[in-house]
């Protein structure tokens, strides 16, 4: 048995392609990074600095706080970072007072205790974290091209391993509202998870780590982790 901890969500969804896999954690090799996911990463950045500063209630220019973020690879998309920030500020909705978390580092070891970042067993970074008594919800941002449907928002993965983290922190949360913000649309989609199907998730998630680590051949299986290699 090998064991390939921190398990992150896309280090488990990479195991769908072992030779993916084998290439990335036994020869190490991270591949060439496609300047397009840059634009992404920015965005994260910025609505995390200006969700921080609305928690806060402080003033903040919106141009400064792009150029704290700019890149070289994404410095001639301005105006489409200037776009998603418009969006955000017109549709983006959350309630300050219920936020527990902002590009929260969670980390929990086997035995379901918090753990340290680089050296737990399951560790994810959660874009929002709002607390309303026993209902948790979970906003992740996303710059993708194609909003999901209700029914891809209803049985979204990662999203249930968001959960399944919370979970471990938040033992009083009995429901979930899970939601993808799509940066390029201004566009929010839910879904309403309860506490037994994240249960439900965590058993299948076990199976997923304990296939991973008895994994002894490295067949290429294309498919959506394709893009990674
Ligand atoms: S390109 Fe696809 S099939 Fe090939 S190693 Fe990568 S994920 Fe596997």
Known sequence: MADYSPYSFSKINLAACPFAFWLRYHEKLKGVRNPIFDLGSVIHLILAKLIEYIIAGKEYDSDQVILLYMRATVRDRIDEL???????EKYFEFNPELVVGVEERMSIN???TAGKYNSSFLRGILDLIEIDG???IITDHKSQFNVLSDGDMAKH????FYCFMVMHFWPQVERFITRIYFTRYGVTKSAVIEKDQVLRYGKRLAISIDHIEAMDKWPAIPGDTCTIC
């Open 82 to 88: 200037r776009k998603e920030v418009w969006l955000f």
């Open 110 to 112: 086997r035995d379901g």
């Open 134 to 136: 026993d209902t948790c």
């Open 157 to 160: 993965e990662q999203l249930r």
